[in-house]
């Protein structure tokens, strides 16, 4: 057992989850103001087509990021909610 343990499946909700909202705003930018409307599945895909394999945040200075809005709602979502988040990026030993 370690101190820190990987959350492989709350890491996969979160990056499908990412990957949606991204999506959703990419389709509101091209999309009209007068006429709203539920996008299609396929139209998601299709919108983040252009940059798949274009983004690698592995090599990036930051490895994540986290939108102060979303904080409270993800974490509640996590198996580690017995520690309140903060927003702080420190170092980690994990």
């Not at 999506?23 to 006429?35: D, M, P, R, T, Y």
């Not at 087509?49 to 930051?62: C, F, G, S, T, W």
Request: hydrophobic share 45%; net charge negative.
């Amino acid at each position: 057992e370690s101190d820190c343990p990987h959350e492989a499946a709350f890491d996969a909700f979160i990056c499908g989850a990412v990957l949606l909202q991204l999506a959703k705003l990419l389709l509101i930018n091209q999309g009209s103001v007068f006429e709203p409307r539920i996008p299609l599945i396929g139209e998601y895909l299709t919108a983040v087509e252009p940059y798949k394999n274009n983004v690698n945040l592995i090599r990036a200075r930051v490895s994540f990021m986290v939108s102060p809005w979303w904080v409270r709602e993800i974490w509640s979502l996590s198996p580690h909610r017995r520690v309140e988040p903060t927003l702080q990026f420190t170092e980690s030993s994990c």
